[in-house]
């Protein structure tokens, strides 16, 4: 069995004396595993770090075997070592595509929207806070716990929308909340697309999308990564 893609390395951990078991996030065959002979010499411990985009090419003789990876660097993103709340946001991309995503099932639209996010992030380019909590968004429509902000649950209506059910994932608007407000969940109205937003309306948002992505790691007995934890602290500090 051999397949040659590209993708993204989430994690590497020591397998032996001088091999790791790398963790990728792959174009054509989605969350992947395999051991890389000698990745643990220092020659390849920057490949190998979480957020480096590589090629990719797998061996295995059967199907069901994790396998080995051969690694070739296409881009390091290392601009995220300089910032450390950059760092603390490529940190928790990985963390929580490694903790929700199944192996080995291909995820092309999660790969489109999730590489353009590396990148700005790797780049700790201006604004990418923002970008990551609309990815948590998209994140959770593939997991199937998408949120509904197209209109109001209660009136139907497209206007005002100020809250989301915290039950079904669905928008409220002020007039449809109504004395239910404080029982409903904020909407920033960055989510809705609408202008940038500040640290305050980003940190309100991780807790919206956190509700959602709690219930599906309950859901999946696990919890949330600590890595999405000291990002949502890191922007809440900024608040």
Known sequence: MDWQD?????????????????????ARHGRHLGVVRGGAS???????QPGS?????????LDDQIGTLKVEPLASRAGA????????GLS???AMLSSSLPEREPQPDLYAATEPLF???????????????RWEAGLLDTLGYGLDLSRCAVTGSRDDLAYVSPRTGRAVSREGAGDWAPRLLPLPQALLGQGSATWAEIAQGL????????????????????????LLAAIERRT
Request: hydrophobic share 50%.
């Open 119 to 133: 990148d700005v992030i790797g780049r700790a380019i201006e604004g990418w806070p923002l970008d990551y909590l």
């Open 81 to 88: 070592m300089e910032d450390r709340l950059a760092l603390s």
């Open 6 to 26: 590209q993708g993204t390395i989430l994690s590497a951990r020591p397998h032996g004396e001088t091999s790791m078991i790398v963790e990728a996030f792959t």
């Open 207 to 230: 807790r919206l999308t956190g509700h959602f992505l709690a219930l599906f790691a309950a859901e999946h007995h696990h919890a949330l990564p600590e890595a999405r934890a000291r």
């Open 92 to 94: 928790a991309v990985c």
């Open 53 to 61: 985009h590589v090629a990719l090419a797998w061996h295995a003789r």
């Open 42 to 48: 220092r020659k390849m411990a920057a490949m190998l």
